[in-house]
């Protein structure tokens, strides 16, 4: 049992506290007091990459830059990390989609992996000339992702479908290989797509029954379906090197809002549609109730698992939070009932990710875990680890 690692780019800009982003956001609102320029990007996935990641995770949206473009922009600055590309099928054309990733896939061979997301927000959707409702975007996905699989494989397309229709379909290379697909989704519509077309199911952070749960739902779907796929979690980390330490830094990121924050916050997450945001909503449903939310001990949903993130964000709303040697143990755990791939991020994400690469990383190592081949530093020269 071995895991792959990937980390998360903050688009919209970075910080030292959280930032708002992700489902529900207002167009435009998400931003952060650090520049998220191409140089800042490129530091990061240069530090993703020194320690073995195997990709880096570009959210699409709204509130985002695009994630094509960034991708594209950033493959020149790493030599082996792949690109989790986020897009939204429907905004552009399957063969289109096809051919940006085949023609990606050409240059950088193996270093392109897309992340399927249909879409949770109507108003947002909407903006963008998309004016099905949730089950429609399953529907077209469905078809969108039958065309794509089909010109990978070196087929001309013809589709007429209740959504998509294409006509002599063809793209002029074909990716080698042909690019992994992620796909998210909590509800019975996004069941039997995910089953049919994802590589990676993915998944947000929840306690490890409710993961479990929704690993044996797809498992079950997918093996209908004659397929074998992987699972994959979303998760925020905060890793030091005591666990009190890295409490009193949630605590930080907690403190730092205010009641009118959250409240709008909220007002904004609960439009989504997205069955995956409400479960992310429902985790800290009490503590915002009985005013509790600004204790970061009392977002502790289960041992080391913080959903305080989800106060202001949209989408991936908690956090591995503890010692090294603890936010290791969870990992563990969730590897323990299936998950394959993790994607982290933290705040500010350059800072956390050498926090969890340099402490959490060589204990993943040490047991086996994680086999991702990187150039950082061995545990020995980095003082801090031996205090785990």
Known sequence: MTIQLHWFLPTYGDSRLIVGGGHGTPIGAAHGDRDASIDYLASIVRAAESFGFT???IPTGAWCEDAFITASLLARETTSLAFLVAFRPGLVSPTLSA???ATFARHQPGRILLNVVVGGEAHEQRAFGDYLDKDGRYQRADEFLEVVRRLWAGETVSLDGEHVRVEGATIPSLP????????????????PVAARHADVYLTWGEPTPAVKEKIEWIRGLAEKEGR???FGIRLHTISRDTSEEAWAQADKLVKALDEDTVRKAQEGLQRSQSEGQKRMLALHEENRKNGTWNDARSLEISPNLWAGVGLVRGGAGTALVGSHTEVADRITEYAE?????FIFSGYPHLEELYWF???VVPIL???GLYKGEGTACAPTSIPFVSGR
Do not use: K
């Open 176 to 191: 080698n290989p042909v690019p992994p697909l992620y796909f998210g989704g909590s509800s019975a519509a996004a069941g």
């Open 357 to 359: 690469g340099e402490g």
């Open 365 to 367: 190592r040490e047991r």
């Open 99 to 101: 051919q940006m990733a």
């Open 55 to 57: 990709g880096c995770l």
């Open 228 to 230: 074998n796929i992987r």
């Open 337 to 341: 009932i299936g998950i394959d791939e």
